[in-house]
């Protein structure tokens, strides 16, 4: 079972993690990069397990109940007493339209109402600054609580006794209450009609944007968590998409794999643009292209990092924090020394990213001839590099080869250049003649007669998964006998059970003792490519039974427990349900 039992909450500015009784243990300020404001998910440096969190807990607590309102990001979490009393909490971040534009402020919502009984409550509010180093001078008035730091304030507002939360008094809940939280502003009304308002706003929302979701006929519930998640994930302030909303999960137990990917990777964001472009969700690749462009514009067609902060920041210097970690599984890391990468296969994740703009006829700006001559910078970069050494996909840190599969992504920028030419109406025969003879050098020089099958790295014996892209980007028919003995191969060593690993060969940290989930995805498809559709979707319904009760993923499972490990929600795998769905889901013909 998994142990990352967390519900998300957001709306595209902030993020928070709400645990299965209810506890907020993680939300970072004033965006998702930022400082956690609640850092529980990391652990106490107090040895109480209220520290770092905003707890609400019920007198006698027995079980707990957990679901998210039907298509929507309003988490509703019901806490059951001995007594048979009872309460439920609606947490959500308020989205929604107001006065012409999306009203996201950096605010959550807590909503509580006593369903059966005499429940007695108490509330425990303890946030940390500075990852938990120090705390903040607490300031209070007749309905609010005041949290100052040295360049902020963080305001609660309630109807619930001031008194009683401080002391963290219990009390009768003898009437609904409501608690909002975020900036240092006067409330208009009172906390439960603006708390009811903005549930009912945001609830409406999200229910209008699932329901233009261009959804397949099967696995439905799945696929419309995945897509409200990976929106969650965005940032619309810039468009930049985050990999994961935390930092320093471990891949697996006391692995040291820990790393913060609370920022931007230009390879996951495009696996991401593709996800939603798929159900008809193309707003967030318009916010995204907008963030591409700043990129474009700061690297004027030279050396592209492949992930940047959310705000474009570039120096993401990594450190370590003095908090004992996710169940007590240090380092805790701030940063990632992967923007120091060169990581080839960033070119063509740019461009596959940007390509759907120049056909798409709904987009409020069309890319045209302007814009391509800016992606043709990004091909002229691609070129040159798709036989260099990198760190690869992987983020190897103290090893670099002529990775495939960085390699297959410079040919599909090249590739794809090509077609948007001929699509403008200009010569695209240069960008063809290049992506040609890369295509001729990856077929020759990845191929492996040994093995008998493509190899990881350019001369290279071993496997990984991210050969299986080479259907899925169109490089090689998936019929192709190479492709075929490939996939096969890949089935052979890097498969246990229903799970994928990256890798088998022993990288910086030693060997792999997870499977990284968005491989299983990969190679789902790959095999339903070939014409296993059965075997491929054994392994999906396998891999949704790993989700946590809510319906999220992290980055990797432990195929011998099904337990959930690595930074989360991680929008890989999320994106992996979505690609999942859209391939093995029967047509809406077989209903209608």
Not at 51 to 70: C, H, L, P, W
Not at 304 to 314: A, D
Request: charged fraction near 25%.
């Amino acid at each position: 079972m998994s142990t990352l039992d967390l519900g998300l909450i957001g709306n595209c500015s902030v993020a928070a993690l709400v645990d299965n009784r209810a506890r907020i243990v993680w939300w970072c300020l004033p965006r998702i990069d930022g400082d956690p404001f609640f850092h529980g998910l990391l652990g106490a440096r107090t040895g109480d397990e209220h520290d770092g969190a905003f707890s609400i807990e019920i007198d006698g607590f027995v079980r707990a109940e957990q679901a998210y309102a039907e298509n929507t990001a309003v988490l509703v979490t019901r806490l059951y007493a001995e007594d048979g009393s009872a309460i439920e909490i609606e947490d959500f971040c308020p989205r929604f339209e107001a006065r012409g534009r999306m009203f996201r402020p950096a605010s959550i919502v807590r909503r509580i109402r006593p369903v059966a009984g005499w429940p007695r409550v108490r509330l425990r509010i303890r946030p940390g600054l500075d990852w938990g180093a120090r705390a903040p001078t607490i300031t209070t008035g007749s309905s609010h609580i005041r949290w100052v730091g040295d360049d902020f304030a963080v305001r609660l507002t309630t109807d619930a006794p001031i008194s009683y939360l401080t002391a963290e008094t219990a009390f009768l809940l003898d009437r609904p209450i409501a608690c909002v939280i975020g900036p240092d502003e006067t409330l208009s009304d009172r906390p439960e009609t603006i708390a009811r308002s903005f549930c009912e706003e945001t609830t409406d929302y999200w229910r209008r944007w699932s329901r233009r979701l261009g959804l397949p006929h099967e696995f439905q519930d799945a696929v419309i968590r995945a897509a409200i998640t990976l929106k969650l994930c965005t940032v619309e302030d810039t468009g930049a998409i985050v990999a994961a909303v935390t930092t320093s999960v471990p891949e697996f137990a006391d692995s040291g794999r820990n790393w913060d990917y609370r920022y931007c990777w230009l390879r996951d964001a495009f696996f991401v643009i593709r996800a939603l472009n798929a159900l008809s969700a193309v707003e967030v690749m318009e916010l995204y292209l907008r963030y591409l462009n700043d990129i474009m514009a700061i690297t004027h067609g030279g050396h592209v990092q492949p992930v940047w902060g959310v705000g474009l920041e570039q120096a993401l210097v990594e450190r370590t924090v003095d908090l004992p970690g996710y169940r007590g599984m240090g380092p805790v890391r701030v940063g990632n020394q992967a923007y120091e990468h060169f990581q080839h296969d960033v070119y063509g994740n740019i461009i596959l990213g940007a390509s759907q703009a120049f056909f798409d006829r709904r987009l409020l700006r069309p890319w045209g001839l302007e814009d391509f001559r800016r992606m043709e910078a990004i091909g002229a970069r691609a070129y040159a590099v798709y036989n260099q050494p990198d760190a690869g996909m992987w983020e190897l840190r103290t090893r670099a080869r002529v990775h495939t599969s960085s390699s297959l992504m410079c040919w599909a920028a090249l590739d794809r250049l090509a077609k948007i030419a001929v699509h403008l109406g200009l010569d695209g025969s240069q960008w063809r003649a290049r992506a040609d003879e890369v295509r001729a050098a990856i077929l020759d020089q990845a191929w492996n007669p040994t093995i008998n099958a493509f190899a990881e790295s350019f001369g290279g014996k071993d496997l990984d998964a991210s050969l299986l892209l080479m259907a899925e980007v169109g490089f090689i028919d998936p019929n192709d006998p190479r492709f075929r003995a490939t996939v096969d191969l890949i089935g052979k060593e890097l498969r246990r059970g229903n799970h994928m690993f990256r890798y088998r060969m022993a990288d910086d940290f030693g060997v792999p003792h997870t499977a990284f989930t968005v491989c299983t995805f990969w190679y789902i498809d790959a095999v339903a490519r070939i014409g296993r559709r059965e075997e491929a979707r054994e392994i999906y319904e396998s891999v949704l039974a790993c989700r946590n009760p809510l319906g999220l993923l992290s980055e990797d499972v432990d195929p011998a427990t099904g337990t959930l490990w690595g930074n989360f929600p991680q929008t890989y795998s999320m994106v992996g349900i979505i690609n999942g769905a859209m391939r093995l889901s029967s047509g809406w013909e077989t209903v209608i």
